[in-house]
């Protein structure tokens, strides 16, 4: 079992920047990819970007390509997601997951783990 928390949300402005933690705990040696996903309420899940636990592999959705840069430190067993020049529709539920196979996708059923999710919400 894997055991995800994110840190790093809250209200911010247009323009601003705001960086998400997540940190994993238990069998990370079987996690082959984590991702960030967001849900705003009625809406599915959201696929925002991934990144392989080992290795360089990282996949962006276009709507956040160019502003938001995910990263890792094995060492600490963290993934972080910093997001440059927020918009009011970047506002959601922003969520950790983890799989322990490969490749990496955006459909949330492939995700075996999840966070609970931090808010952040960016007004105009």
């Known amino acids: 079992q894997v055991q995800l928390a994110e840190s790093g949300g809250g209200l911010v402005r247009h323009g601003d920047s705001l960086r998400h933690t997540c940190a994993a705990s238990g069998r990370t040696v079987s996690m082959y990819a984590m991702a960030w996903f967001r849900q705003t309420p009625g809406k599915e899940r959201e696929f925002v970007a991934g990144?392989?636990?080992?290795?360089?592999?990282?996949v962006y959705a276009d709507s956040v390509k160019g502003r938001f840069t995910i990263s890792r430190d094995n060492g600490e067993n963290t993934m972080y997601l910093q997001m440059n020049a927020l918009l009011p529709d970047d506002s959601a539920v922003y969520l950790c997951?983890?799989?322990?196979?490969?490749?990496?996708?955006?459909?949330?059923?492939?995700?075996?783990?999840w966070g609970q999710g931090t808010q952040v919400t960016v007004s105009s």
């Open positions: 990144i392989r636990w080992i290795g360089d592999t990282t």
């Open positions: 997951a983890a799989t322990s196979r490969g490749p990496i996708y955006s459909f949330e059923s492939w995700y075996n783990y």
